[in-house]
């Protein structure tokens, strides 16, 4: 139990739909990523949310977007969704410390299904 | 382009003997190396970490192993128990701190009892 929660479960898409996935983050964590799990692969990297601000991004098109809240909550959003989008979406939240050393927890992810 | 490569994707191996999981990369500014553990509908599991500056960290039944001159590290296990049994991923950092993990494709490890 990481105390880093997902939702939905799961979704079935359309494509060319919009969709946005919500992840909340252990309580005091500054920091959430977003991977992308292919089925059969290991988790890509998407991008990474810092106090609110995106800070870094992977090999990922723009119509992949996010928002980070005080709350610790985050959201991922897609827009005009591709088949290929179908995959299991992990959020990661950590705390980033001036003294480097981390760990990132996950939670158990939501799985995409566009059609 | 796979920076990190975990070339086994499966691994049977028996209860009571050692596990050897193994994961190389190429990437030469990759400083911090992670395995994760996961289990069917959950996600990523932190297992244990190590720095490019040692070659070795032990956390109890687990140690992982670090080569930079062949960029190739492992993680050992033993005794291998039954619940060990799940996805393993090996991930590498350019940065400590950075928090951009690349994954490997993972190695599904079988114990049998």
């Known amino acids: 139990e990481t105390g880093v929660t997902q939702s939905p479960t799961h979704l079935i898409k359309t494509r060319g739909q919009q969709v946005t996935l919500r992840c909340s983050s252990q309580?005091?964590?500054?920091?959430v990523s977003w991977y992308q799990q292919a089925l059969g692969q290991g988790p890509q990297f998407i991008f990474q949310?810092?106090?609110?601000?995106?800070?870094g991004r992977g090999n990922f098109p723009p119509r992949f977007s996010g928002l980070q809240f005080p709350n610790y909550s985050s959201e991922l959003n897609v827009n005009a969704l591709e088949l290929d989008d179908s995959a299991l979406y992990l959020c990661?939240?950590?705390?980033?410390?001036?003294?480097?050393?981390?760990?990132?927890?996950f939670g158990p992810g939501t799985r995409l299904t566009v059609t | 382009d796979q920076q990190v490569k975990q070339n086994s994707p499966s691994l049977s191996v028996q209860e009571g003997r050692i596990s050897i999981l193994n994961c190389d990369y190429t990437?030469?500014?990759?400083?911090?190396f992670l395995w994760y553990k996961k289990y069917p509908a959950e996600g990523p599991t932190f297992l244990i970490s190590?720095?490019?500056?040692?070659d070795k960290n032990e956390d109890g039944r687990f140690t992982v192993f670090l080569n930079k001159s062949a960029k190739h590290l492992s993680l050992h296990i033993v005794p291998s128990q039954p619940g060990d049994s799940a996805v393993y991923f090996c991930?590498?950092?350019?940065?400590?701190?950075?928090?951009?993990?690349?994954f490997g494709q993972g190695t599904r490890l079988t114990i049998n009892p």
């Open positions: 990661a939240s950590s705390l980033r410390t001036s003294g480097g050393g981390y760990e990132q927890y």
């Open positions: 309580s005091g964590h500054n920091t």
């Open positions: 949310y810092y106090r609110e601000e995106e800070n």
């Open positions: 990437n030469s500014m990759f400083d911090y």
């Open positions: 190590i720095s490019s500056i040692k």
């Open positions: 991930a590498a950092s350019p940065l400590q701190g950075a928090q951009k993990l690349v």
